[in-house]
């Protein structure tokens, strides 16, 4: 029974200390992070009551240990749009920085648009020691459109994570300590359950610190590159004019064409029936010409 007290005084205490820490540090810090970590276990007859009583912990962290600027830790982002008429060239040499640099392409892709104008997006992680330098460079690249750059400061929320890892791994060297000098099956069992606890909470805050490191450590710059709008041309219609015209000129020849086709062998047997006509006239002609003489000649004689 005694080492189930000692250990819920050892958890107790860490809670505590995790919490004072977390006060002293944040206050300093600037910003809190308490949001982003997950709140400490509760443990039966912790903290709240009085069957285990414990002592003020001292802080694990300096509380002006990050009071100076050269210690701020600030999460670098920025986002640069290049307008450039070699794309390809462009986008291939914000990768050849980013990789000078030591970091790496996070993402990357491709568009392009109806008129066939590409857009290109780059986002790459460089080390934050080369944040500026790596940003000028990619300047110079084409003509800039738009350049934002913004830090996020994130000291409180490092600082809450570090206070909780450093009194959450005291609390783990005292709990192997405990478990160490317990006689009894029962002490045992629940001293590994304590001590599964809490190494389950240092394995989720050592996560999250590493993350919040890469985030510091790494800058993230994101790089639009766009092909500039093609110039289109004023049409003041003479072209398309000149165009209708001859397409109705040509028609026109087109028609006339047909019509002629048509109307030459109209015309041929036109003029085939009217000399077949005409020819028939003259002799109708040629005979009542002759008949009428012969009648004259008849009546002369008697």
């Known amino acids: 029974m ?4 000692a250990c819920a005084i050892v958890v107790a205490t860490a809670m505590v200390a995790g919490c004072t820490n977390v006060g002293d540090s944040t206050s300093k810090g600037g910003d ?3 949001q982003y970590a997950p709140e400490s276990p ?4 912790g903290p709240g009551t009085d069957a285990y009583p414990y002592p003020t912990p001292q802080p694990t962290v300096a509380p002006d240990a990050y ?3 050269s210690n701020r830790k600030v999460i670098m982002t920025a986002t640069i749009q290049i307008e450039t008429g070699d ?3 462009v986008v291939g040499r914000v990768r050849t920085l980013c990789s000078d640099a030591g970091g790496y392409v996070q993402s990357s892709y491709l568009d392009t648009y109806s008129n066939n104008r590409r857009t290109a997006t780059v986002t790459i992680k460089v080390p934050s020691s080369a944040y500026e330098s790596t940003i000028t460079e990619i300047k110079k690249l084409g003509t800039v459109k738009s350049d934002r750059s913004t830090g996020t400061d994130v000291t409180g929320r490092y600082v809450d994570l570090e206070a909780r890892l450093n009194n959450l791994k005291s609390t783990e060297s005292r709990l192997v300590a405990i478990m160490d000098k ?5 002490d045992i069992l629940a001293v590994e359950k304590e001590l599964s606890r809490v190494r389950g909470d240092i394995e989720s805050y050592q996560a999250q610190m590493n993350t919040l490191k890469n985030q510091i450590d790494f800058s993230t710059i994101t790089v639009t590159v766009t092909e500039p709008q093609p110039v289109v041309a004023y049409d003041w219609g003479i072209g ?15 028609v006339l064409i047909v019509l002629t086709g048509i109307l030459i062998p109209l015309a041929l047997y036109v003029v085939l029936i009217a000399a077949v006509l005409y020819l028939l006239y003259r002799l109708a002609l040629y005979a009542y010409r002759r008949w009428g003489k012969k009648k004259m000649s008849v009546e002369e004689k008697k």
């Open 67 to 69: 009071s100076d600027v």
């Open 182 to 186: 317990a006689n009894n099956v029962s």
């Open 2 to 5: 005694l080492i189930i007290m």
């Open 87 to 89: 794309l390809d060239q």
């Open 42 to 45: 509760t443990y039966p007859g």
């Open 32 to 34: 809190s992070g308490s």
């Open 240 to 254: 398309e004019a000149f165009s209708e015209g001859v397409h109705m000129f040509v028609a026109v020849i087109g």
